[in-house]
């Protein structure tokens, strides 16, 4: 069972779309009221995609607030996945309506964020509550940017593989090369 907060204000933060090849990385940023106990939030990675968006409408009335932020392929190759998943999620922090009392990261990564205390959490989705929430929402609203992506490019099958590096996505990069969606300073192609 995920951990419940018992105290006020404390955000979760989590980001989608690390590992892909193509599209922005995305994260979310949750502040659930005391004591809130949703049974059936888990990392967003354990769930279908029903269980994930039968789960975002609750998680976005329940929550006290919430934020989702996209940081795009050309900042990612500009300053790095990492730094651009943190950097989402801070931004995602200050979208926040609500100031956090404490800071809860999925991860073993961020940098301190307008001298709020945090702490970093391995597998923090699969811990609490509004971690498991943030991932939830990182990944289901960067699943329907990359839907929505494949529309203009059917080729790269988005739709389906949401830019992840899939056998198929590399192979439509190699029989049509790369998009502006692309992330240039990833490996697209085994060497």
Sequence with gaps: MLKIQYAQNIAGTDEAGRGCLAGPVTAAAVIFPKYLNLPELNDSKKLTEKQRYYLRPKIEKLAVSFAVIHVFQEEIDEINIL???????????????????FILIDGNHFKPYNDIPYECVIKGD?????????SILAKTYRDEFMINLDLKFPKYSWKKN????TKEHREAIKNNGVTCHHRKSFQLLPS
């Excluded at 950097?87 to 200050?94: F, P, S, T, V, Y």
């Excluded at 811990?127 to 929430?133: F, V």
């Design 83 to 101: 730094n651009a998943s943190i950097k989402a999620m801070q931004l995602a922090l200050e979208k926040l309506s609500v100031q956090p009392s």
């Design 126 to 134: 699969e811990k609490y509550q509004n971690i498991a929430a943030a």
């Design 162 to 165: 949401k830019g992840y590096p």
